[in-house]
């Protein structure tokens, strides 16, 4: 109790004495925000149970989701199968915990790629400004305007149909935002006092950008993330469905709707109980941004 | 000399419409020369001799530096040659034609949807900040953001066409309503009407409403949702306030004061609506097995018909960006305080 009492008041001392304390105590206050928003905490304990379900797959299920068991095939959500059997007479517990896996490596791949790209432009073309802002701007514009699924789907076609092209062809218009929102940010800091400071000690170019502007940028950055994951998560579902994404046997949840589809009317589970998965998934993102955003970002709130 | 600043505006919209066009054009031209068939070879075929190859490679100018390719590729485009379709044989173009109206008519639809059931839902939550509509409203919104749209449609088709028998199944018409009433415009709704063909205009009607329903739950979550925040915005005006305080009865107070300012911003949300379900409907036309031109692209696709796959993104990623950039215009032309 006294050692949850004495870390409670080092969180909120008036006066942090060290730096880690000063972080730790953002973190904190952030945190306290956050919790008083119950909406967002739903979405929390969503991503916070899909990311355990990913980890805990192997004990979860009693299959690995791909062997077929053609003697079962259709079974009727029960007992033996929660939420019944596929054509194949997979169990579709089993398979959407799996493709609980599959979802988080597309959610994470897209991040990997996209906001690295993000940042590097819009910091760049904040901090430098003149005719390097104009023509970085104007591309990301151009990105910013692009239909993302049509073009995803042309750049699948091209490509070869998968779930690493989907995600190549998901980044490639995704990033765009970011860079809109790593440049405004990079804006109202690059006038500041600190940053002048840095300049004066000799730090260079790529010095200042890769440690005083980006790590500025970053919260702006992980709510509109958090915000996109939704849209990215449908957009990869949807190429799923298409038939370019994961291909079967992937128990990609987009995927496993399209193969159930034939069998909607007589077998509704096959497809339906997947996009409930989707559903879920994506509301717990949506739930999370907007907790975020109002924590990191009071203004805009509701 | 400085230009009137109305027509300083269209002239920058104009140019960032063409910057981005030619971004369109330039990806979808690498994409076109990336792709591992053989443009040659997929003219001539197989046994044609090294005469006849070489013939059709400089007539189709791969000899010639990229960027000339490409210079030539953009005159084909805005001349409205898209190339010949290898799966219908027919140039892209009209088989494009031919498909679109399916898709208008779905977005339009949809659009139209979302617009009368969005923006009252909005101005309700907003009126009733924190109160129940308010809540019920946000949670449509979030389910109309996070549901998938193709799921959602199945769902629909599973309870209202198969279970309840409310609406009519997939694709725009019965099988013996089909190709009964000329196609003048190709909407379907707008022809048979025409020729007054009452029993096929109710037949199209019954077809059409669940898809546009289901692509207009994206459009009504969204305009729902921004109609709220610019209400809410205008609501806490000073102006609002005098109004009350004058006696102004609430209802004009709402829709008189408040919306009537909310009404010029919703115009940019309206038209990023249309664009985004001009481009969204292919999910949805799978499903509803809709004769679209998300069907188009997405048969295409799987039988490596490329120049119908590139062809159809060239043309809704134009009509993207074009209704993108014409609702923005709109907007500043309409907005006195950015004019």
Known sequence: MANAATLRGWLLAEIPKSKTQARCQRLFIGWLDF??????????????????????????????????????????????HWFGTDELGRDIFDRIIWG?????????LVSII?????????????????????????????????PRLILAMALVAVLGRGLENAVLAIALTTWSPFARIARAEALTIRNSEFILAAQMQGISTVGILARHVTPLCMSSVIVRLT???????????????????????????????????????????????????????????????????????PKSGH | MALPPTLAKILGVLSSLLLTFIGLTAITFVIGRLMPADPVLAIVGDRASQEVYDQVYLQLGLDKPVYIQYLRYLEQLLEGDLGTSI????????????????????????????????????????????????????VIGLIGYSAPIFWLGMVALLVFYAKLGWVAGPGRLDVFYDGI???STGILMIDAAMSGEWDIF???????????????????????????????????????????????PERNVIWGHAFRNVLVQLITIIGLTYASLLEGSVLTETVFSWPGIGQYITN????????????????????????????????????????
Not at chain 2, 92 to 112: C, G, K, S, W, Y
Not at chain 2, 122 to 127: C, D, F, I, K
Not at chain 2, 229 to 244: V, W
């Open chain 1, 227 to 297: 915000l996109d994951m939704a849209g990215i998560i449908l957009t990869a579902a949807g190429l799923g469905f298409l038939g370019l994404g994961a291909q079967p046997p992937t128990p990609e949840w987009g995927a496993m709707i399209s193969l159930g589809r034939q069998y909607l009317i007589d077998q509704w589970w096959v497809p339906t109980i997947p996009g409930v998965a989707i559903l879920v998934v994506s509301l717990g993102f949506n739930l999370l941004g907007d907790g975020l955003r109002d924590v990191f970002d």
């Open chain 1, 114 to 146: 996209v906001v690295p790209i993000g940042l590097m432009v819009g910091t760049v073309a904040g901090y430098l400004g003149g005719w390097v802002d104009s023509v970085l701007m104007r591309l990301t514009d151009i990105f910013l305007a692009f």
């Open chain 2, 87 to 138: 799966m219908t044989a027919q140039p892209v173009m009209e088989d494009i034609l031919r498909f679109f109206p399916a898709t208008l008519e779905l977005a339009t639809v949809a659009t139209l949807l979302g617009i009368f059931v969005g923006i009252p839902m909005g101005v309700l939550a907003a009126v009733h900040q924190g109160r129940w509509p308010d809540h019920i409203v946000r």
């Open chain 1, 100 to 108: 609980s896996r599959i979802t988080l490596y597309i959610v994470a």
């Open chain 1, 35 to 80: 919790k008083r928003n119950p909406i967002a905490m739903i979405g929390l304990l969503i991503i916070v149970g899909l990311v355990t379900i990913a980890a805990l797959a192997p004990w979860i299920t009693t299959s690995d989701g791909l062997a077929l068991d053609l003697a079962n095939r259709l079974q009727p959500p029960g007992r033996e």
């Open chain 2, 202 to 248: 109710h037949n199209a009607l019954s077809h059409l409403i669940l898809p546009a329903s289901i692509l207009g739950t994206f459009a009504l979550a969204y305009i729902a949702r921004m109609t709220r925040s610019f209400m809410l915005d205008q609501l806490s005006q000073e102006y609002i306030l005098t109004a009350r305080v004058k006696g102004m």
């Open chain 2, 300 to 339: 295409s696709l799987f039988n490596n018909d490329m120049n119908a796959v590139l062809g159809g993104t060239i043309v809704v990623g134009t009509c993207f960006v074009g209704i993108n950039m014409l609702s923005d215009l709109l907007y500043r032309l309409v907005d006195p305080r950015i004019r």
């Open chain 2, 181 to 183: 009433v000329e196609p």
